[in-house]
């Protein structure tokens, strides 16, 4: 019988330990999923709105400026063919696919159309 009592209190202390040890793993669970709900909700957040493209008064280039600042080579390698438009004549060109193209300053969020002497603007057409 004493040793009956005896292999009785070892289980008793053993599962007292098992069930501290479940109240610790329960707690550790509930921190490390509290922990992963604040994650969850950082990612969430809504990402931040572009900022907008001020868009600059047309800057006026000529032929060789197009070629010598590489900007006519950076928009046929991305497939336009490029042409001059009279500024009245633009909503028509662009019922044929063409739109006016821009030259890009990322830092500053800037864009400015380019135009010749004359006040035609450069328009470009993908194809």
Partial sequence: MIEWLG??????????GWYKDGKEAVRAAKELYEAGKGIKEHL????AAE???AELSPKVVDLEWLVVSGFRDRVQAEGYKLRWSRSN??????????EVLYEVDQKAHTRRSLTRYDGSILIGKKG
Avoid: C, N, S
């Avoid at 969430?44 to 990402?47: A, K, L, R, S, V």
């Avoid at 004549?89 to 063409?98: N, S």
């Fill in 7 to 16: 292999t009785a209190y070892t289980f008793g202390k053993q599962a007292l």
């Fill in 44 to 47: 969430q957040h809504e990402p």
């Fill in 51 to 53: 900022p907008e493209v």
């Fill in 89 to 98: 004549a633009v909503p028509t060109r662009e019922l044929d696919g063409y």
